[in-house]
């Protein structure tokens, strides 16, 4: 299973529990811990997506392989979310910049090591 792929299917909690070694309990125990959000119904049943189930078996493989208590798994699940979205706006910023270069250097004034702000026109009939 690609973790990135998201193709729309979503599990009820007892297959999600089924697919990820768990019983469905411990399912939504972690759900009321933080450590997985699973999308809810209409009714408010709660729904597991691929990604979800993923998340699920690396919980489990922390917990019962590494050792690692629910609040380091929350702490360790937190930050692997902040290098995701770090490492998503670094590729934006590249890209930006990739833009950036491609404007004539005279549109472009770089001024280093400070919070001034230039406004520039260009001149008229040129």
């Not at 999600?16 to 933080?34: F, S």
């Not at 902040?82 to 990739?98: N, T």
């Amino acid at each position: 299973m690609n973790p990135d792929s998201d193709d729309g299917r979503t599990f009820l909690i007892s297959v999600a529990a089924e697919l990820a070694g768990m019983h469905a309990q411990t399912l939504r125990t972690y759900d009321r811990l933080g450590l997985v959000s699973p999308e809810r119904s209409a009714g408010g049943g709660r729904r597991y997506s691929e990604r979800d189930v993923i998340l699920l078996r690396e919980i489990q493989r922390l917990s019962q392989h590494e050792g690692v208590n629910l609040a380091g798994i929350k702490r360790i699940i937190e930050l692997s979310n902040q290098v995701d979205a770090l490492q998503s706006r670094i590729a934006e910023m590249g890209e930006e910049l990739a833009a950036s270069r491609s404007v004539p250097r005279r549109e472009l004034a770089l001024v280093p090591k400070s919070t001034a702000m230039v406004v520039w026109k260009p001149r008229r009939g040129r």
